[in-house]
């Protein structure tokens, strides 16, 4: 999978906006950017993922710069549910006789305040 | 209904043993997965399999045999149990991806399996 780099960790406050920042200056053009998150003693789980166009779903929006390097998830109030680790991912797809796997890195330490 | 389910939770087992753990999808997926969670919180493949046929093993040792009677299931078996499998096991599912990864994928809640 292309490289990312997130910051370690972030602070957030109740009901305000949050921009999690993520960096893939190794990018190719086709993959997608995925973003998932794992809350205390839970599994992954899928928040939101894009090629190009920002995207929005009930959970949150995805920024993605012009030249595809950089990204970034947006929780639009945060809530204390919200505190989690989140990971931004470019999976390595497949094709062919080859498969895509789902690699995660160290992830961004989200930390809410009320 | 759970997408992915596991069995046990937690598992507390001592060095030597054997013991599996169990996960099913009700998605419909083709491909599963099992992960494993150290206690440094990083999150490694392990196993992927895809229709029942194994397709990625990431070094893992022969110890651990996944195996996957059909597609909606997927054990772990791990044999001659060490400190170091103390982890939480996760098992995911998801579509098989073509040249781009274009899905989502789903995790179960984990298995925190403890060695003594």
């Known amino acids: 999978d292309a490289k990312t780099t997130q910051p370690n960790s972030m602070e957030s406050n109740e009901e305000e906006p949050v921009h999690l920042p993520c960096n893939h200056s190794t990018i190719s053009g086709t993959d997608y950017i995925h973003w998932y998150r794992q809350l205390p003693s839970q599994g992954p789980e899928y928040v939101i993922h894009g090629l190009t166009s920002n995207v929005n779903n009930r959970m949150a929006s995805l920024a993605i710069a012009e030249d595809r390097k950089s990204s970034t998830l947006i929780l639009h109030r945060a809530t204390l549910r919200d505190a989690a680790v989140y990971y931004c991912?470019?999976?390595?797809?497949?094709?062919?006789?080859?498969?895509?796997?789902?690699?995660f890195g160290q992830g961004t330490i989200l930390t809410v305040h009320p | 209904d759970t997408a992915v389910s596991q069995t046990p939770k937690y598992l507390v087992t001592q060095m030597g043993n054997d013991k599996s753990i169990k996960c099913e999808q009700n998605?419909?997926?083709?491909?599963m997965y099992w992960y494993k969670q150290d206690s440094k919180k990083f999150l490694k493949i392990m196993f992927s399999?895809?229709?029942?046929?194994?397709?990625i093993n990431e070094t893992v040792p022969n110890r651990f045999s996944p195996k996957s009677p059909d597609k909606a299931h997927l054990n772990l078996h791990i044999n001659s149990l060490e400190l170091g499998d103390s982890a939480v096991y996760f098992c995911a599912s998801s579509q098989r991806t073509g040249y781009v990864w274009d899905t989502e994928a789903f995790f179960g809640q984990g298995t925190r399996l403890t060695v003594v």
């Open positions: 998605l419909g997926h083709d491909t």
């Open positions: 399999y895809n229709n029942k046929e194994l397709i």
């Open positions: 991912i470019l999976p390595r797809g497949g094709g062919g006789t080859s498969y895509g796997k789902l690699t």
